[in-house]
């Protein structure tokens, strides 16, 4: 069985341009998480989807950061424009059932790099 | 709140030593505690869990952690280590709003 799928693994840009993730979760897992990784620091969850509906996303920074489940599978998770801090690792995951007891499955990141 | 605290961001052991992790936790309510493991440039992946079962927890690759209510922790523990372990391990809890909230992590180092 597939695990969870990112991609790009690696992504530098120049501040202020555009970028995006793109996550394809566990065949059958209703929900999926984007979470943050700065460097020395654990993750940070950024949105939490279930099915398609963005269930938390009180930590998603709106000005900057969008992000789509469309179909209720894979997700994106946009920056528009970036900015030197975004520099991080961007980690999906996704789980069977709401996450709280249930065990979650990350994909390897997408490494962000902001020059 | 819950929040989790790991003492120690770095810890060194020799191969074959005990292994200790420490993670503190602090919740309003019964916790759910897990901890995960990284692997270099590799996403996490869970080594074991307490969901208010048994307060000793077996994960894989003989690691278990045991739920101690009155200190509030959830030490990770291995009887000995393999230069395989090394990694970096991360505690977590679930909040109110079922998330996962982790600690910041502590980087195990193996020397042979």
């Known amino acids: 069985e597939a695990g969870v799928v990112q991609s790009p693994r690696y992504k530098i840009i120049e501040k202020k341009q555009p970028v995006a993730f793109w996550c394809n979760p566990i065949?059958?897992?209703?929900?999926l998480y984007w979470y943050l990784q700065n460097l020395g620091q654990g993750p940070e969850l950024l949105i939490r989807?279930?099915?398609?509906?963005?269930?938390?996303d009180s930590q998603l920074p709106k000005d900057r950061f969008s992000a789509e489940r469309l179909k209720g599978v894979d997700s994106t998770l946009k920056i528009q424009p970036a900015e030197l801090g975004d520099s991080a690792v961007y980690l999906c995951?996704?789980?069977?059932?709401?996450?709280?007891?249930?065990?979650?499955?990350f994909g390897e990141g997408s490494r962000l790099t902001v020059l | 709140a819950q929040s989790v605290t790991q003492l120690g961001s770095h810890v060194s052991v020799s191969e074959g030593a005990l292994v200790l992790l420490r993670c503190n936790y602090s919740?309003?309510?019964?916790?759910?505690l897990f901890w995960y493991v990284q692997y270099p440039n590799q996403g996490l992946q869970l080594l074991l869990k307490?969901?208010?079962?048994?307060?000793l927890v077996k994960g894989i690759n003989g690691f278990e952690a045991e739920f101690k209510k009155s200190e509030t922790s959830f030490h990770l523990t291995k009887p000995s280590a393999h230069m395989s372990d090394a990694a970096e391990y991360f505690c977590?809890?679930?909040?109110?709003?079922?998330?996962?909230?982790f600690g910041t992590g502590t980087l195990l180092a193996v020397q042979p």
């Open positions: 989807y279930e099915n398609e509906e963005a269930v938390d």
């Open positions: 977590a809890v679930t909040s109110s709003r079922r998330q996962l909230i």
């Open positions: 995951a996704s789980s069977l059932g709401q996450g709280g007891t249930g065990e979650l499955f």
């Open positions: 919740s309003s309510v019964p916790p759910y």
């Open positions: 307490y969901t208010s079962a048994a307060t």
């Open positions: 065949s059958g897992h209703n929900t």
